[in-house]
């Protein structure tokens, strides 16, 4: 059985405890209560209801890393807890990115801040997501002697998360201007936004956890994971505009929010003049009919062939890479983890 698949088993069932321990004491107190009762709120409809890949990863990270033998109840616990911490960023993020994208669906639901009642409120909302981390850190581990590199990597991850949220937001700004659409930029907001946080992060922390600390160690962990974070990407992107909503959770908007995605960078030197220009003109309309006659030009262009190709090329060289890594890492580690995104459906 997959490290990952017996961890996810008992992963859910942490989420109520780590919860009250954030909210108990000041749903006593009366002159917060009302707004801790917010916080519980916010947690609840933000925190649980994803895959849960990023957390279950600590977990089953941790399990390779002991080698000769299992991880005992303590461990085990902790790291799960570890693991809903970064369950916990990812909240903070897609809250706040999707009052920045504009977004209507986040999960099968609306968009928190889309909520009756709720408004910009959730942009506080997203930072109390955040400052929760550090709570839950420094109750269950501050005695830990890795208690200072997990902090430092949570903040760490957050300063890098938030630089590749700014050159996604720069480069997709009102004017439509595809000289800024290049595979250079397109792999730095992947690095950044997404594949620091949802890759080396749960990684390193379990390493943190296992003793492992030495700088090559965690070099190789992140060449490898970073490249794992931008094929994962480039599936979101694909399934932003071939997915559909009630299997990937959401409303795809990449098209209309002139987003730097896969598809168009891919797209732009493949195509002729007048394709060119109907993707000037619709590229970028927050209109439903335009983004369908992108969608056209990405079907003369047999875009879905093109990301098949790309899928099956990029999961190949990532398990050569893993295979040729000279590290003391299990590769079993980052080959479980590619095995759970390769070819997904949501």
């Known amino acids: 059985m997959s490290a990952f698949k017996s961890i996810s088993e008992g992963f859910q069932t942490l989420y109520v405890e780590l919860r009250n321990d954030l909210v108990r004491d000041g749903l006593q107190d009366s002159k917060i209560a009302d707004g801790m009762q917010h916080l519980q709120k916010v947690l609840d409809y933000n925190v649980p209801g994803g895959k ?24 085990e616990k902790k790291a799960i807890i570890l693991g809903w911490c970064v369950e916990w960023l990812q909240a903070f993020f897609l809250v706040a990115d999707d009052i920045m994208d ?27 997501i955040e400052s929760t981390i550090y709570k839950i850190l420094k109750k269950y581990f501050r005695n830990d002697p890795y208690y200072i590199n997990v902090v430092e990597l949570f903040h760490e991850t957050t300063y890098q998360t938030e630089i590749g949220q700014t050159l996604d937001l720069l480069t997709s700004s009102d004017v439509v201007d595809f000289s ?74 990449d098209i209309e929010e002139n987003k730097c995605s896969w598809l168009i960078v891919q797209a732009l030197p493949r195509i002729n003049e007048e394709q060119r220009e109907i993707l000037k003109a619709n590229y970028g309309c927050k209109d439903p009919a335009c983004a369908q006659r992108v969608k056209e030009v990405y079907k003369q262009l047999n875009m879905e062939k093109v990301f098949r190709d790309y899928e099956e090329e990029s999961y190949q060289k990532l398990m050569k890479q893993i295979e040729s890594a000279s590290s003391s890492l299990p590769s079993g580690m980052f080959v479980d983890f590619a095995n759970r995104i390769y070819k997904r459906k949501y």
């Not at 990023?54 to 005992?72: C, D, H, I, T």
């Not at 950044?192 to 890759?199: I, V």
Request: aromatic fraction near 14%.
């Open 52 to 75: 849960c890949n990023r957390g279950v990863m600590v977990a089953g990270s941790l399990k390779y890393l002991l080698p000769g033998r299992e991880m005992n109840q303590e461990e």
């Open 102 to 128: 504009q977004s209507s669906m986040r999960r099968g639901q609306p968009c928190w801040y889309l909520n009756k009642g709720i408004g910009l409120i959730a942009i506080n909302d997203s930072f109390w």
């Open 180 to 253: 800024r659409f290049t595979l250079e930029r397109y792999k730095a907001i992947v690095q950044y936004k997404t594949a620091y946080y949802s890759f080396y992060l749960p990684v390193a922390l379990a390493m943190y956890m296992g003793g492992i600390c030495d700088e090559g160690s965690h070099a190789v962990a992140k060449s490898i994971l970073l490249e794992m974070g931008e094929y994962f990407q480039v599936q979101d992107d694909f399934l932003d505009c071939y997915g559909e909503p009630a299997v990937i959770g959401k409303v795809g908007t």
